[in-house]
């Protein structure tokens, strides 16, 4: 079974450019994260959505962020206007929705983002 | 809030010695814990994870962790360490119990093996 997948791998952009990260998770998870990776402040929350619908952004850094869930099978990650602060590694991850107090995430490769 | 403390930035071993991977976290509930590690360039992959029950915990790759309630800990341990587990470990806590799905990590543990 594929695991969750993220497209671009490697992205490279300049400042004020738009830029798009896409997610799809594990076929049948409820849950999907966004999750963001820089050696300043280590991996950090931005969102989650439970069954396409967002319910905690409070990790979003600014209007320049925005992320959607179109259907169970798909999300973006969208900066604009991009800027060098912005170059992370950006991580999707998704889980089973149980009804269990926790379920385990399993994370995709991260699309490592650099804004010049 | 939840936090969870690595004080182990970057670690050394010889191959074939013993690891331990010190974790702490903060929260007032019982935790929900997880180690995941991430290889160069690689996601995150799920070593091991503590809901509830038995405290001693086994994971892949020969890797066991410890939850202490006592000392708010969950200590990662491997009895012979293998050139291949070079890579950087994340510990992480959960507080589903509050109804949030979101993992708080901590800062990770650089893992270097000599030969």
């Known amino acids: 079974d594929a695991g969750v997948i993220q497209s671009p791998r490697h992205e490279v952009t300049e400042m004020g450019q738009e830029v798009t990260l896409r997610c799809k998770p594990i076929?049948?998870?409820?849950?999907l994260f966004w999750y963001r990776q820089t050696m300043m402040r280590g991996l950090e929350l931005l969102i989650y959505f439970n069954n396409n619908v967002p319910i905690d952004d409070s990790g979003m850094p600014e209007d320049r962020f925005s992320a959607k869930m179109p259907n169970a099978s798909f999300s973006t990650l969208k900066i604009q206007p991009s800027e060098p602060r912005d170059s992370a590694v950006y991580f999707c991850?998704?889980?089973?929705?149980?009804?269990?107090?926790?379920?385990?995430?399993?994370f995709g490769p991260g699309t490592r983002l650099l804004v010049l | 809030a939840q936090s969870v403390t690595q004080p182990d930035i970057h670690i050394t071993v010889s191959e074939g010695a013993s690891l331990e991977l010190r974790c702490n976290y903060s929260y007032g509930a019982t935790p929900y814990l997880f180690w995941y590690v991430q290889s160069p360039g690689q996601g995150l992959q799920l070593l091991l994870k503590?809901?509830?029950?038995?405290?001693l915990v086994q994971g892949i790759k020969g890797f066991e962790a410890e939850f202490k309630r006592s000392q708010s800990s969950f200590n990662l341990r491997k009895p012979s360490v293998h050139w291949s587990d070079a890579a950087e470990y994340f510990c992480a806590v959960g507080a589903g119990d509050t109804g949030r799905r979101a993992l708080t990590f901590g800062s990770g543990t650089r893992l270097q093996v000599q030969p």
């Open positions: 503590y809901f509830s029950g038995d405290t």
């Open positions: 991850a998704s889980s089973l929705g149980t009804g269990a107090y926790q379920e385990t995430q399993y």
């Open positions: 076929s049948g998870h409820d849950y």
